[in-house]
């Protein structure tokens, strides 16, 4: 298995809404990343999870909270988001110091 | 913050021409990669090369890299309109805590 899967593939949540992203891979990687994507702009980095562990938070606001139970799962729980959080979530994985991330499909979330 | 800047923000070219697009950073880094991005979904790792490489190949694509003037080149041969995506550079920089670090991407359109 070579791939990231992340779930769901769209959502829609209101700014009380509590709700979470889910990302899996069977790779074997031990690094796994948050990025977020705002339309024509380049993947902003987020969250990185070193061997089930949080190494790097972005000065991320805490209504964003990754939660790595596994080394093969991460997932971002979402509540009382914004309208301007609106964005393209996208999940990846490497081997720690690795070269190479694979990139989940994302999750296309609007805050409403 | 943008490690890359990337140049054309856009580029339009017929099936069968090559595309060429440039990526400037600013710190000593460790690798640069390429990714490909189709319509806003996940990125895909095209390429990648390391401070102590001036050129790679994979299949159509060639990749150069210029650590005195801190730039790469990506080239594409004998496009295709199924080469129509985003193109981001990023980099991998023991300045930027080894994150990966992107740039803001050139959108080619390839046309048939």
């Known amino acids: 298995d070579t791939e990231v899967t992340q779930t769901p593939k769209h959502l829609v949540m209101g700014m009380t809404n509590k709700k979470s992203l889910k990302c899996e891979q069977h790779?074997?990687?031990?690094?796994m990343y948050w990025y977020k994507q705002k339309a024509k702009k380049p993947p902003e980095l987020m969250f990185v999870y070193s061997y089930e562990k949080l190494s790097i938070n972005e000065s991320v606001p805490s209504r964003f909270s990754p939660e790595c139970p596994n080394s093969s799962l991460l997932n971002l729980h979402l509540h009382a988001l914004q309208p301007e959080d609106s964005a393209l979530y996208l999940c990846?994985?490497?081997?720690?110091?690795?070269?190479?991330?694979?990139f989940g499909s994302g999750t296309r979330l609007t805050v409403v | 913050s943008q490690q890359g800047e990337e140049d054309p923000q856009a580029l339009s070219i017929q099936e069968g021409e090559n595309a060429t697009m440039n990526c400037s950073y600013k710190t000593s880094i460790n690798n640069l990669q390429w990714y490909r991005q189709n319509s806003g979904r996940g990125l895909v790792h095209l390429i990648l090369?390391?401070?102590?490489?001036r050129e790679k190949h994979s299949g159509r694509l060639r990749v150069t890299l210029d650590t005195s003037k801190k730039s790469s080149s990506l080239l594409i041969t004998a496009s295709r309109a199924a080469d129509t995506a985003s193109y981001f550079c990023?980099?991998?920089?023991?300045?930027?805590?080894?994150?990966?670090?992107f740039g803001g991407g050139t959108r080619v359109l390839v046309k048939p």
């Open positions: 790779m074997g990687h031990r690094a």
């Open positions: 990023a980099t991998d920089a023991e300045a930027a805590g080894n994150k990966l670090t």
């Open positions: 090369i390391r401070s102590n490489e």
């Open positions: 990846a994985s490497s081997q720690v110091g690795g070269d190479g991330y694979t």
